[in-house]
Structures are given as C-alpha cells and as structure tokens.
T-cell receptor
Framework: GEDVEQSLFLSVREGDSSVINCTYT??????LYWYKQEPGAGLQLLTY?????DMKQDQRLTVLLNKKDKHLSLRIADTQTGDSAIYFC?????????????FGQGTELSVKP | ETGVTQTPRHLVMGMTNKKSLKCEQH?????MYWYKQSAKKPLELMFV???????ENNSVPSRFSPECPNSSHLFLHLHTLQPEDSALYLC????????????????FGDGTRLSIL
C-alpha cells in the first residue's frame, strides 16, 4: 500500500537553510505536496510539484523530486523563526486508485535565533 | 469570508452528548473531506464527499455521521463518543475530480479541537 515517511524533527539556526526530506512508495503518484501547520491552526498548502517535474522554486522554497528514488525534499532558504512549524509531505494517488492524499507524519522544524 | 471555515474552534463534550461540527468553504470547490489528527499519528482521512455524494468512508465508527447538504457545507455529527476520539478534526476542500475522486490540492480549515470527558 501507499506509505509516506518523514523524519520527525529538524533543528536549525536562523539564517541557515533547512532541508526537510520525505520518501514515498507509490510510483504512480501524480502530485506531491508540502503543507505547513503552525500551532493551533490547520494545514496550509505551501507548494506542490507534478510528478513529471524534478524541481520547482517559489521564493525561499525549493522542491526537489527524485522519482527514481521516490524522494522529495523541501529546502527553505534563509530560515526565520516564523518558519517554525510542522511540515507535512503528501502524495496523491491517481484517480483509478482513489485519487486521495496520503500524508506523512510531519517534520517539526525548530528555528533557533 | 474566504477559504475554509470551521466552527466551533474548541468543543468539550461528555460521552453521552450529541454535537455537530460545521465546515464551510468559499473557494468554489466541490469535494470536501473530514480528517482526524491525533498526537503522534499521521492524518487520518475519515470521509470524502464529491459533488455532495459520499465517495469514501474510511472504516469510521458509526458514532461519527457526516452530512453534506451542498458543495459548500459539510457537517460531522457526533454522538456517544469515546475518550480516544479526542483530537483535532480538520475539514478540507478541493476541486472535484473524475468519477468521484480528486487528487487536486486540498485547502484546510483551522480545525475543531475536540475533547471528550
């Protein structure tokens, strides 16, 4: 079945780059997503990448996709204390497999001043 | 209002109470979802509605009863809950998809924090 794995914690210093990694098992995934959850809030869609792309950049965020290794990463440049949150990776299954999102457990990013 | 709005934000109820959670989306979407988020566990998909039709019930106990009167509103009716049902309940919406399923980006509300006494 589908499975999405993330490391649970990451700690960085303010101004450094953060790299959050994710592995998934379903090679037929169509889209891969990154969501951010701040305390007391829901999940905020940060960015997503279509499975035929290998990179997407959006301001401080860079998403890299290695489809061969089923590895997705989110790089946050110049990390700020406001970036402290839980980051969820999710893959979407194709329509003929239910067309739903499978989420990882989330990586808690802690940014120290 | 914009986005996905959930009410109430917090709910404390006894095991014998009946209450309802409400979700409303103003994004013009036609697929809506209920998720349960418990500490230290991945997000659990509970129910999916696509064009007001339920397309997924992920083995959810019957003490949770969803209702989708139109594409903008989704309810979760609760009765006779158990302490392990205490969690954050998140609603999401997306563009509807083909044959009842959608893999489009989902937009989430801020959730209802539910505590069962």
């Amino acid at each position: 079945g589908e499975d999405v794995e993330q490391s649970l914690f990451l700690s960085v210093r303010e101004g450094d780059s953060s790299v959050i990694n994710c592995t998934y098992t379903d090679s037929s995934s169509t889209y891969l997503y990154w969501y951010k959850q701040e305390p007391g809030a829901g999940l905020q869609l940060l960015t997503y990448i279509f499975s035929n792309m290998d990179m997407k950049q959006d301001q401080r965020l860079t998403v890299l996709l290695n489809k061969k290794d089923k590895h997705l990463s989110l790089r946050i440049a110049d990390t700020q204390t406001g970036d402290s949150a839980i980051y969820f990776c999710a893959e979407s299954t194709p329509y003929n497999q239910g067309g739903k999102l499978i989420f990882g457990q989330g990586t808690e990013l802690s940014v120290k001043p | 209002e914009t986005g996905v709005t959930q009410t109430p934000r917090h709910l404390v109820m006894g095991m014998t109470n009946k209450k309802s959670l409400k979700c409303e989306q103003h994004l013009g979407h036609n697929a809506m979802y209920w998720y349960k988020q418990s500490a230290k566990k991945p997000l659990e998909l509970m129910f999916v509605y696509n064009f007001k039709e339920q397309t997924e019930n992920n083995s959810v106990p019957s003490r949770f009863s969803p209702e989708c009167p139109n594409s903008s509103h989704l309810f979760l009716h609760l009765h006779t809950l158990q302490p392990e049902d205490s969690a954050l309940y998140l609603c999401a919406s997306s563009q509807g998809g083909y044959e009842g399923y959608s893999n489009q980006p989902q937009h989430f509300g801020d959730g209802t924090r539910l505590s069962i006494l």
